[in-house]
Protein backbone atom coordinates (compact mmCIF):
# COMPACT_ATOMS: atom_id res chain seq x y z
CA UNK A 1 0.00 0.00 0.00
CA UNK A 2 1.59 3.38 -1.21
CA UNK A 3 -0.86 6.46 -1.02
CA UNK A 4 -4.01 7.53 -0.96
CA UNK A 5 -4.94 8.08 -4.90
CA UNK A 6 -8.16 9.66 -4.57
CA UNK A 7 -11.77 10.02 -3.28
CA UNK A 8 -14.73 9.01 -5.39
CA UNK A 9 -18.04 11.33 -4.89
CA UNK A 10 -20.93 9.93 -6.33
CA UNK A 11 -23.06 12.27 -8.26
CA UNK A 12 -26.21 11.99 -10.03
CA UNK A 13 -25.76 14.42 -12.68
CA UNK A 14 -21.56 14.84 -13.78
CA UNK A 15 -22.67 17.97 -15.63
CA UNK A 16 -24.32 19.59 -13.27
CA UNK A 17 -21.51 18.16 -10.93
CA UNK A 18 -19.01 19.57 -13.09
CA UNK A 19 -20.45 23.38 -13.16
CA UNK A 20 -19.80 23.42 -9.35
CA UNK A 21 -16.31 21.26 -8.58
CA UNK A 22 -14.46 22.86 -12.20
CA UNK A 23 -15.31 26.22 -10.54
CA UNK A 24 -14.37 24.87 -7.10
CA UNK A 25 -11.40 23.49 -7.72
CA UNK A 26 -10.08 25.76 -11.11
CA UNK A 27 -9.36 22.88 -12.58
CA UNK A 28 -10.86 20.58 -16.18
CA UNK A 29 -11.29 17.02 -15.30
CA UNK A 30 -10.35 14.22 -17.65
CA UNK A 31 -13.80 12.10 -18.18
CA UNK A 32 -14.17 8.72 -19.14
CA UNK A 33 -16.53 6.12 -19.35
CA UNK A 34 -16.09 2.86 -16.75
CA UNK A 35 -17.59 0.01 -18.83
CA UNK A 36 -16.85 -2.57 -16.12
CA UNK A 37 -18.68 -0.17 -13.71
CA UNK A 38 -21.78 1.02 -15.84
CA UNK A 39 -20.54 4.44 -14.95
CA UNK A 40 -19.15 7.92 -16.25
CA UNK A 41 -16.02 9.05 -14.26
CA UNK A 42 -14.71 12.94 -14.01
CA UNK A 43 -10.81 12.76 -12.73
CA UNK A 44 -9.69 15.71 -11.58
CA UNK A 45 -5.75 16.38 -11.48
CA UNK A 46 -5.98 17.24 -7.57
CA UNK A 47 -7.52 13.36 -6.88
CA UNK A 48 -11.04 14.22 -6.80
CA UNK A 49 -12.83 12.07 -8.90
CA UNK A 50 -16.72 12.46 -9.41
CA UNK A 51 -18.84 9.16 -10.69
CA UNK A 52 -22.37 9.75 -11.83
CA UNK A 53 -24.16 6.40 -13.17
CA UNK A 54 -24.90 5.37 -16.71
CA UNK A 55 -27.43 3.30 -15.80
CA UNK A 56 -30.06 2.49 -13.40
CA UNK A 57 -28.86 -0.88 -12.17
CA UNK A 58 -24.88 0.21 -11.83
CA UNK A 59 -23.31 0.66 -8.39
CA UNK A 60 -23.43 4.01 -8.63
CA UNK A 61 -27.22 4.39 -8.99
CA UNK A 62 -28.17 2.04 -6.04
CA UNK A 63 -25.78 4.00 -3.77
CA UNK A 64 -27.28 7.59 -4.71
CA UNK A 65 -30.80 5.99 -4.17
CA UNK A 66 -29.87 4.61 -0.55
CA UNK A 67 -27.39 7.53 0.57
CA UNK A 68 -27.58 10.64 -1.84
CA UNK A 69 -24.43 11.82 -3.45
CA UNK A 70 -21.54 12.12 -1.26
CA UNK A 71 -18.51 10.46 -0.31
CA UNK A 72 -18.32 7.45 -2.38
CA UNK A 73 -15.20 5.55 -1.51
CA UNK A 74 -11.12 5.87 -1.09
CA UNK A 75 -8.88 4.71 -2.98
CA UNK A 76 -5.25 3.31 -2.55
CA UNK A 77 -2.17 3.52 -4.76
CA UNK A 78 -0.43 -0.10 -4.80
CA UNK A 79 2.54 -1.33 -6.69
CA UNK A 80 0.73 -5.31 -7.27
CA UNK A 81 -2.45 -5.12 -6.37
CA UNK A 82 -2.64 -9.02 -7.35
CA UNK A 83 -0.26 -9.57 -3.94
CA UNK A 84 -2.06 -7.30 -2.13
CA UNK A 85 -5.49 -8.64 -2.57
CA UNK A 86 -4.01 -12.47 -1.88
CA UNK A 87 -2.50 -10.61 1.16
CA UNK A 88 -6.11 -9.09 2.10
CA UNK A 89 -7.53 -12.51 1.38
CA UNK A 90 -5.03 -14.52 3.30
CA UNK A 91 -6.10 -12.18 5.88
CA UNK A 92 -10.12 -13.04 5.94
CA UNK A 93 -10.09 -9.75 4.86
CA UNK A 94 -13.62 -9.21 2.95
CA UNK A 95 -13.54 -8.34 -0.80
CA UNK A 96 -16.03 -7.27 -3.58
CA UNK A 97 -14.03 -8.00 -6.31
CA UNK A 98 -11.47 -11.20 -5.72
CA UNK A 99 -9.50 -10.32 -8.53
CA UNK A 100 -8.61 -7.01 -10.26
CA UNK A 101 -10.94 -5.32 -13.03
CA UNK A 102 -9.94 -2.60 -15.34
CA UNK A 103 -10.49 0.84 -14.07
CA UNK A 104 -9.76 4.53 -15.11
CA UNK A 105 -6.99 4.98 -17.19
CA UNK A 106 -6.20 1.84 -18.01
CA UNK A 107 -5.35 0.98 -14.36
CA UNK A 108 -6.74 -2.29 -12.26
CA UNK A 109 -8.97 -1.96 -9.52
CA UNK A 110 -10.25 -3.96 -6.81
CA UNK A 111 -12.68 -3.33 -4.31
CA UNK A 112 -12.90 -4.12 -0.10
CA UNK A 113 -16.01 -4.52 1.11
CA UNK A 114 -17.18 -1.52 3.47
CA UNK A 115 -17.41 -3.82 6.35
CA UNK A 116 -13.63 -4.66 5.93
CA UNK A 117 -12.73 -1.10 6.77
CA UNK A 118 -14.91 0.33 9.41
CA UNK A 119 -17.67 0.98 6.86
CA UNK A 120 -15.40 2.74 4.41
CA UNK A 121 -15.90 1.54 0.71
CA UNK A 122 -11.37 0.67 -0.33
CA UNK A 123 -10.62 0.76 -3.50
CA UNK A 124 -7.44 -0.59 -4.68
CA UNK A 125 -5.76 1.09 -7.71
CA UNK A 126 -2.84 -0.59 -9.74
CA UNK A 127 -1.88 2.51 -12.30
CA UNK A 128 -1.39 1.15 -15.53
CA UNK A 129 2.95 0.49 -16.68
CA UNK A 130 4.07 3.02 -18.44
CA UNK A 131 7.09 1.99 -21.33
CA UNK A 132 9.75 4.37 -22.37
CA UNK A 133 7.77 6.79 -24.22
CA UNK A 134 4.85 7.36 -21.14
CA UNK A 135 2.24 5.26 -23.18
CA UNK A 136 0.12 2.66 -21.46
CA UNK A 137 1.93 -0.74 -21.91
CA UNK A 138 0.48 -4.18 -20.90
CA UNK A 139 3.10 -6.60 -19.33
CA UNK A 140 3.11 -9.04 -22.32
Not at 35 to 50: D, K, N
Not at 60 to 82: M, N, P, Q, W, Y
Not at 103 to 131: C, I, N, W, Y
Request: proline share 4%; charged share 25%.
Amino acid sequence: MKNINHVGVAVADLEAARAIWDELLGQTPDVEHVATQRVFAAMYPCGIELIAPETDDSPISKFLAKRGSGIHHVTIEVDDIDAQLARLANRDVRLINKSAVPGVGGSRVAFLHPAAAGGVLVELKETAKQDKHGESGSDE
